[in-house]
DNA sequence: GCCCGCTATAAGCGTTCCTGATGGACGATG
DNA sequence: CATCGTCCATCAGGAACGCTTATAGCGGGC
């Protein structure tokens, strides 16, 4: 199990293709041939279907672990050449939509930076790879209580901010007038469900509020990244949206009501590679004392 | 960076020797001495000193990634050749010290059964590269939260039991009289440090009782893996124990004392590869079932 | 000061791995 | 239904890699 089998396997499993995949890789279309051939051989399992080519369901359950191997192995690579690096002068940051607010963006330095917004899943590999400097990843979790993060890499997280979560109703809902909100009023409710753009709902479930089995109804599902949208969708009376308090608060045209049971709060987390750890100067380091303090 | 390089890096600094290495891996001395040289090169970094041999600074974070690479990848192939393998007769189940009571030990079949009692971290790697069909590991979380695991390989986790802590104090402790102890009536007190034989105490630290510096001043270090020999610890008054309350309401010379807040349980989950999700027979689906009911 | 054990380097050789060419199978097209 | 085109599998040759044997260089112990 060779990476470099991996790496073509995870190709050609991407573009159902041997030659494609030989294109992209500067191999031949032998190679990759030969390449996947090794792989089956060695694992004494089937992983390709020919024609059409597609992954067999052993070649599914490796496609999951060879892209965790390799994303590892990237990781493994950029942090041992950030040893080697010499300071630079950029920051780089990586973050989930909602991770940007007032309190993080006052504490990016004025000048030298790129600030990438990615999917919340993406951040730590992002920061992990090298691919940026510093992450910033937001979640919801209970009261200080760090997120649950995917551990791709060695990563060291900090909570940066923490405020309550609010739920945005049309104007004209039944509960739009209460103070205060508990999930348990909300279990026959419709929600929106945003993956990129609003919160992940399915840390409520199970955890609180209930058996763990069920879920939560969703409405329509909003697949762009813009909070915006997501709001005015949920006015229009699309579904329930969850939301950081303070964001929800300027929805125009409805209502946001505090979630106040079970406690929990909207978590933003300052990623860094673990390495980094030691590193006195630099804009990464006046990043962080500007978060910390 | 080739795993047999980076299995050959780790084995070097492990043994702190080449040739000893080279014995162990049945490779000549010439070919390890290589190995090391071509991930130096490569790296374009440092990562042993030679007489006496001892990783640098760039080579401990190496080690760091190579255990966790290898270890991903042994679970990988591990997982594939599950696919391929007979659904076999016997089941060999690896398990930290305190989930072991009633309900699991119940579950387990008549007959063919291996049990291995291994240290916390260890069980979730036991079950990743195939040494056990199945864990069964402890720890503390919030009611019906999941324990943090690292994810060494897609592992599935399911929850089988949940119970009170207790501290185990000396019959003659100002607070054993008490019907129920909050952890910040214990700030002051010293612990049984015994990450073997009793639960982590690190996971208290931070999320509740105060800022995240404050520690756990311990008193005696216990490396062990006898609940029995720590709660006699507790008892001659070496120090505090944190146990699941039906273990600490057993310890004879000692007073248990239910743990009222932060409110928190002695959880124990079940591990299976996430692959076997779909077995429908077999030993380890009939473990499964009955830890379910 | 000599010797022993350890690591580094050099040369040789077998194996691996990639390329280029060719064959065979499937699907599309008329 | 025949033909063509595309795509993957296979084969043979050559380059490159990686291991072994042999030897040099370096330190520490006696």
């Given at each position: 199990m060779d990476p470099h089998l991996l790496r073509t396997y995870v190709t050609v499993a991407r573009l159902a293709s041997f030659s494609e995949a030989a294109r992209e890789l500067g191999y031949t279309q032998s190679a990759v041939s030969q390449h996947i051939a090794a792989l089956e051989a060695d694992l004494a399992l089937p992983l390709l279907t020919r024609r059409p080519v597609a992954p067999t369901p052993a070649g599914e359950r490796l496609l999951e672990h060879a892209g965790a191997l390799l994303l590892r192995l990237d990781a493994a690579r950029a942090d041992l050449d950030r040893f080697a690096a010499a300071p630079r002068a950029t920051l780089s940051v990586a973050a989930s939509p909602l991770a940007l607010h007032a309190r993080t963006l006052a504490a990016l330095?004025?000048?030298g930076v790129t600030l990438r917004a990615l999917p919340r899943e993406a951040v730590p590999a992002a920061v992990a790879t090298g691919e940026a400097d510093a992450g910033l990843v937001d979640g919801i979790a209970a009261p200080s209580d760090p997120l649950r993060l995917p551990d791709v890499a060695p990563l060291a997280a900090t909570g940066v901010a923490e405020e309550p979560l609010a739920v945005v109703l049309p104007t004209t809902h039944p509960l739009a007038g209460r103070s205060g909100l508990r999930l348990d009023d909300l279990v026959d409710a419709r929600w929106l469900d945003a993956p990129a753009a609003g919160l992940p709902l399915d840390r409520l479930r199970g955890a609180h509020g209930g058996p763990a089995g069920r879920g939560f109804r969703t409405a329509l599902r909003y697949e762009g990244t813009d909070t915006r949208t997501l709001a005015a969708l949920a006015a229009a009376g699309h579904g329930l949206a969850l939301l950081p308090a303070p964001v929800a608060a300027d929805v125009s045209g409805a209502t946001a009501v505090p979630l106040?049971?079970?406690?929990l709060v909207h978590r933003t987390e300052l990623l860094l590679p673990a390495a980094s750890r030691a590193e006195p100067t630099g804009p990464v380091a006046e990043f962080t004392r500007r978060l910390k303090s």
């Open positions: 330095p004025a000048t106040i049971a079970p406690r």
